[in-house]
């Protein structure tokens, strides 16, 4: 009976120990299982939050996902990229000022350029430019101290253009004239006064011509006249 009641309390521990085993295993299988789950599954949500992120943005997904995302935003759209740096417009030189009276060295010669006709002839004026760089434009106005009373020098049919004078440079004009024949009256001519394009400030100087034909003689309305400035 004793040795029947041993074996049977042996019986029970062994069951026992069995069955407590077996509840262990459970307890660490589903834990292992939870554990391994979660490992798995923790990055497939990061990349994924990573991947979705617009342009990268936030950083939430963290590692090289969403870094990659935001290093081709730049060179996905170059335009973008140029509208930051600058094109830099707006950097065209400023256009030069108009000569003035006093930054121009007047002279004046005779007979320099080739007559139209054997009855005309011209003085020509120059305008050196002492100072900066500098613009001419059209007629310079000239008028006549004469024998015969005063005298505006008439434009001719010539048109304009920009001249543009670096400092030393010279502009140069041509006044043209009908002289007086042999053996007929002509008004004599003593000073001019000049006055620059576009400026209201002249310069007298004398005049170094012939004399001017008058009445009959200086019919025509190309007998006295001026041309407008160029670059010499």
């Given at each position: 009976?004793r040795v029947?009641r041993?074996l049977?309390?042996t019986?029970?521990?062994?069951?026992?120990?069995?069955?407590?085993t077996?509840?262990?295993?459970d307890?660490?299988?589903?834990?292992?299982?939870?554990?391994?789950?979660?490992?798995?599954?923790?990055?497939?949500?990061?990349a994924?939050?990573?991947?979705?992120?617009?342009?990268?943005?936030?950083?939430?997904?963290g590692?090289?996902a969403?870094?990659?995302t935001?290093?081709?935003?730049?060179?996905?759209?170059?335009?973008?990229?140029?509208?930051?740096?600058?094109?830099?417009?707006g950097?065209?030189t400023?256009?030069?000022?108009?000569?003035?009276?006093?930054?121009?060295i007047p002279d004046?010669?005779?007979?320099?350029?080739?007559?139209?006709?054997?009855?005309?002839?011209?003085?020509t004026?120059?305008f050196?430019?002492?100072?900066?760089?500098?613009?001419?434009?059209?007629?310079?106005?000239?008028?006549?101290?004469t024998?015969e009373g005063?005298t505006?020098?008439?434009?001719?049919?010539?048109q304009?253009?920009?001249v543009?004078l670096a400092k030393?440079q010279?502009?140069?004009?041509?006044?043209?004239?009908?002289t007086?024949?042999?053996?007929?009256?002509?008004?004599?001519v003593?000073?001019?006064?000049i006055t620059?394009?576009?400026?209201?400030h002249s310069?007298k100087?004398?005049?170094?011509?012939a004399?001017?034909a008058?009445?009959?003689?200086?019919g025509g309305?190309?007998?006295?006249?001026?041309?407008?400035?160029?670059?010499?």
């Open positions: 009976m029947q041993a049977a309390a019986a029970v521990l062994v069951v026992a120990g069995l069955a407590l077996a509840c262990q295993d307890v660490n299988g589903t834990a292992g299982a939870a554990s391994s789950s979660g490992a798995s599954s923790s990055p497939a949500v990061t994924s939050s990573g991947a979705t992120a617009p342009g990268g943005t936030g950083g939430t997904g590692g090289s969403s870094g990659g935001g290093s081709k935003a730049p060179s996905s759209h170059p335009s973008s990229s140029k509208a930051s740096t600058g094109s830099g417009s950097s065209g400023a256009a030069a000022a108009a000569c003035t009276t006093a930054n121009l004046v010669s005779a007979g320099n350029a080739a007559p139209p006709s054997a009855d005309m002839a011209s003085v004026v120059t050196g430019n002492k100072g900066d760089t500098c613009t001419l434009n059209g007629f310079a106005g000239v008028d006549l101290a024998s005063p505006s020098v008439p434009r001719g049919f010539k304009p253009s920009t543009t030393a010279i502009a140069v004009f041509t006044i043209w004239y009908r007086n024949p042999k053996g007929h009256p002509s008004a004599k003593t000073t001019m006064t620059p394009p576009g400026e209201t310069v100087m004398n005049w170094p011509g004399g001017l008058t009445g009959a003689d200086a309305t190309d007998t006295l006249y001026l041309e407008p400035v160029v670059l010499s």
